[in-house]
């Protein structure tokens, strides 16, 4: 834990690797020493087509799912961390947003398969 789910406008790929946009929110969510660097996923979803209430700039917006149990000071440091390592990239003209999401412990199940 964390899943980072980013969500981007597709238009930034012309300016930007998304390899590296993945690995500052990995950064950004290693530096708040919330978590083992093991235990961090990351995943980035391009949208093409999208509407920001009449605004034509690219975005960002990472979603940090976590299980419940941060206290907010916590949850306020890790979404802090991750913007800051959003705003290290070179790109211009966007929307950077970050929220922490907690999942239930009780409902969230997993499993590794060989």
Same mark, same amino acid.
């Given at each position: ?7 981007? $406008?597709?238009?930034?790929? =012309? ?7 993945? =690995? ?6 290693? $530096? ?23 605004? /034509? %700039?690219?975005?960002?917006? %990472? ?12 949850? +306020?440091?890790? =979404?802090?961390? %991750? ?8 790109? /211009?003209?966007? =929307?950077? +947003? %970050? ?5 239930? /412990? $009780? $409902? ?7």
């Amino acid at each position: 834990m964390p899943h980072c789910i980013i969500e981007y $406008s597709k238009g930034i790929e =012309s300016t930007i690797d998304i390899s590296t946009l993945v =690995s500052a929110v990995y950064q950004g969510a290693l $530096s708040s020493a919330l978590f083992a660097p093991e235990d961090i996923k990351c995943r980035a979803i391009p949208y093409a087509h999208f509407h920001a209430g009449g605004d /034509t %700039v690219d975005f960002i917006h %990472v979603v940090l799912k976590i299980l419940q149990g941060r206290d907010t000071q916590q949850k +306020t440091s890790l =979404s802090r961390y %991750v913007l800051m390592a959003l705003e290290t990239l070179p790109l /211009t003209c966007i =929307s950077l +947003t %970050v929220e922490v999401v907690d999942i239930e /412990t $009780s $409902s969230y199940q997993k499993t590794i398969r060989d």
